[in-house]
């Protein structure tokens, strides 16, 4: 059978390449010169022709007659025959009479006429195929302007067939006669859609911003069954030519995963007929389920670039190391199969990408085998801590510290004094850390360069301790902030350089800001700021107050100065402040909120009087109603200790899920629980998350509840329901009622570090009281010593827990699990990171 199809492929491919390809012999031949009478007398029925009428020739129809002839024998391929009717003079008729008549050519079928083309659109033989072919295959090929009439034909389709849609800049190219040429062959089986609309390629899912090259998705509609659920699309990533194209779309057409029984050698399909490589999933009894949703994820994420089959170990005897999950096979002659372990499938991604992996992955396989031999005799600490093998891989990277000015005991507090706003960032030299931080910091200092009135600095606290006890440095790295008369703001947000710049700048702003006057109340809420702050996406709160609420103006200063950087505060309390809280319909004391992601001001009372509660109340009330999910905003909705109703897209939300969802988180049981989204090409550790509850990502939109805080349960909305409001309260009593079963649950146990943790303070007392002050090369070389002989004696006793945590990993660590699962000792088998001495 495999030889037949691969017969069929070449045989087809021969055809269209003749077809497209091959030089154009006599075609003047080709071409009769027929009168009026004779033309119309020899029409037969469904045989389209393409005339031409003409009395006499001048030279700028001679240029369009030499594109005729030279496109007769690309159209008699698709039985369209091309005719010169010559008009006598006296013949005054419809097609010979009028002088516009004859700077036109038409087309018909049988004796009804199908389309008449001006001859300047007829320029070249691509432009007068592509537009006969376009006219003729009228019902196969459908034209769109608009969304909805592209979303109007991909619903008629769902559950029938599936549809190609192509994007050409202009009709009449190279492009646009490749689509029409494959459309008069793969037609029936598909539907075609074309656009010259820009604007539609982003709607329609394309990835590519560019939109002056020609583009092609397939649509895989037909395994669409829901209205609601979208067709996944599949771009051809080459230029679009007959067989690029025809390649595609064959690719599209064979099965997803394919069931291998046989030794991998003797296997071959489509893909590597067409040059593709092919993934086999080596699977087994216990773990083929999860294998073949991971097998089938895979495909779809390699969909076009290669194939993916699943070949279980239990009916093949494979002479392979029992341990290797992943073999690949090219279609290069002579090639022998490679087989692997990989532990995750963005890993195989790569490898399909990226060739040069392939030997880059057995050589470091190589070199775990060699430290596994070795482990036995390692006398010294591994490295178990990802920042810290981070910070040793980059080593020998200089950091840009130009621009930060280091801090020392004699130079600290003048330096205090010399910008209006000074920031210190207080870090230990030896802890990873601090040392990425420290990167990040470079950076904040790159973006603020020639700033006015910021000074960005650091204390070593390994070399200044005094510095850091006295301005009650406990933990590493810390970030304060120094303003000349007030008291120092240290920064607990995100440690990334964008997040840290805007905190920044925000700070300069002396919150809560006292506003005068009604008007200067209404140019603060509308978002009037310095234009250096302008860029910097912050939201605005201004507290209202009477004179008869001094003790919640108080309380609100107060609040304004703990959430200053994050939140810009002003206040009003003038004789006047009622005139302002009759327009946002509140009484004093009250909050108006000006959120950063809308125009709108909302009013809120102030029933809180301590600054505490005013902070809770503001950072609540600031929250999106539905929000995007990141790692930056996740902690402040993991505060609440609500249960999560969490909606996993890979990409964009759908404007039909975004409104049914946010009508969800407006409704009365918004209280109750957190509403939220996560697109995994943003927040790629989501695919982590997927995978800690299901074992293997499901296929995706997914809507997942989550109770993080009591129980751990999780369970996933029916996938062949619609994400409606109704819908999704309906399956939610039932998870109320317990009427819905879990598909996991969380382990309660705490996430704790896997080695014991170092003992810094023996190695600082080992190292001598000397080595706290400043420090030379000679002394970085004793200092590296030392911690490496502390490091020794505590290998012993460190051996053992090593040991017992891997063994543990090895139970914990179930089959199924990524592509673990599909090796009985991969699960435990973790590569040998480097030693902490290497530091």
Known sequence: MAALEDRWVSSFSFLLFCAVSIPILGSASLVQELSPHEYFSGLQANKASLAYFSRTVSPGVQLFLEQIENSVEALHDYGISVVKVKCPKEDVSRYCGKENALRKAYLFRGNVLIREFPTDALFDVNSIVANVLFALLFHEVKYVETLTDLQNIENALKGKSNMVFAYVPATGTAEHRAVMEVAFVYGTVHQFVLTTEATLLKDA????????????????????????????????????????????????????????????????????????????ILSQKETYEADRRTAEFLAWKLLGKAGVAILSRDVVDLNILRRSNIALKTPDEGVPIKYLVLEDTEEVITLVEDKSKVKQIQENEDEDEEDEDEKENDDQDVQDDQVVEAV??????????????????????????????????????????????????????????????????????????GVCTMENVTQFPTIKI???????????????????????????????????????????????????????????????????????????????????????????????????????????PALLLARSSSQSVEGISLSKQSAQDIVQ???????????????????????????????????????????????????????????????????????????????????????????????????????????????????????????????????????????????????????????????????????????????????????????????????????????????????????????????
């Open 617 to 839: 109340m503001i950072r609540y009330e600031l929250l999106d109603v539905f929000p995007e999910i990141t790692v930056q905003n996740l902690p402040h909705y993991l505060q609440l200790r609500k249960p999560f109703l969490i909606f996993f897209s890979d990409g964009d939300i759908g404007q039909i899920e975004s409104k049914e969802m946010l009508k969800l988180a407006k409704g009365r049981s918004q209280q109750a629980f957190v509403s939220c989204w996560l697109n995994l090409k943003n927040t790629p550790v989501g695919r982590g998350v997927l995978k800690a509850y299901f074992a293997t990502i499901p296929s995706l939109p997914a809507l997942v509840w989550v109770n993080l805080h009591a129980g751990g349960q999780v369970f996933k909305f029916p996938s062949e329901q619609s994400i409606t409001e109704m819908n999704i309260l309906s399956w939610l009593e039932k998870l109320k009622a317990g009427l819905e079963i879990p598909s996991s649950t969380l382990s309660e146990e705490d996430w704790k570090p896997p080695l014991p943790a170092y003992n810094f303070l023996q190695m600082m007392e080992a190292a001598g009281p000397e080595f706290t002050l400043h420090t030379s090369s000679h002394q970085e070389d004793r200092r590296e010593q030392q911690q490496l002989e502390g490091s020794e004696e505590k290998a012993t006793v460190r051996e053992e827990p090593i040991e017992e945590a891997r063994v543990k990993a090895e139970k914990a660590q179930g089959p199924g699990r990524d592509l673990r699962g599909t090796a009985p000792r991969l699960a435990g088998r973790e590569k040998q990171a480097r030693r902490h001495s290497e530091l």
């Open 205 to 280: 899912g394309s990835n590519d911003p560019d939109v002056s090259s020609a583009q092609l998705l397939f649509c895989h509609c037909q395994q669409a069954t829901d209205l609601a659920q979208p067709c996944r699309r599949t771009p051809l990533e080459h230029d679009l030519t007959v067989l690029n194209i025809h390649r595609h779309l064959k690719l599209m057409g064979a099965p997803l995963v394919t069931e291998v029984a046989e030794d991998p050698e003797k296997v071959s399909t489509v893909h590597l007929q067409l040059g593709l490589p092919l993934v086999f």
């Open 392 to 465: 040793s891989r980059d080593k020998k990277r200089e950091l840009p510290l130009d621009q930060i000015l280091t801090l020392t005991e004699e130079t600290f507090h003048s330096a205090m004094l010399e910008a209006a706003q000074t920031v210190v960032l207080f870090y230990a030299s030896w802890e990873a850390v601090s040392l990425v931080v420290l990167q990040s910091y470079t950076e904040v200092a790159d973006h603020l360069k020639g700033t006015q009135g910021i000074l960005l600095s650091r204390v070593n606290c390994w070399d200044w301790p």
């Open 482 to 588: 120094y303003k000349k008369g007030e008291q120092p703001i240290t920064y607990n947000g995100m440690l990334g350089t964008e997040e840290l710049t805007s905190f920044i700048m925000l700070s300069q702003v002396s919150c809560p800001l006292k506003l005068a006057t009604i008007d200067e109340a209404e140019r603060y809420l509308s978002g009037e700021l310095p234009s250096e702050l302008s860029s910097y996406q912050h939201s605005l709160v201004l507290g209202v107050f009477s004179t008869a609420t001094s003790k919640g103006e108080e309380a609100f200063t107060e609040a304004g100065s703990i959430l200053s950087g994050h939140v810009t505060t002003g206040i009003y309390f003038e004789d006047d402040v009622l005139a302002l809280s009759h327009k946002y319909a509140v009484s004093p």
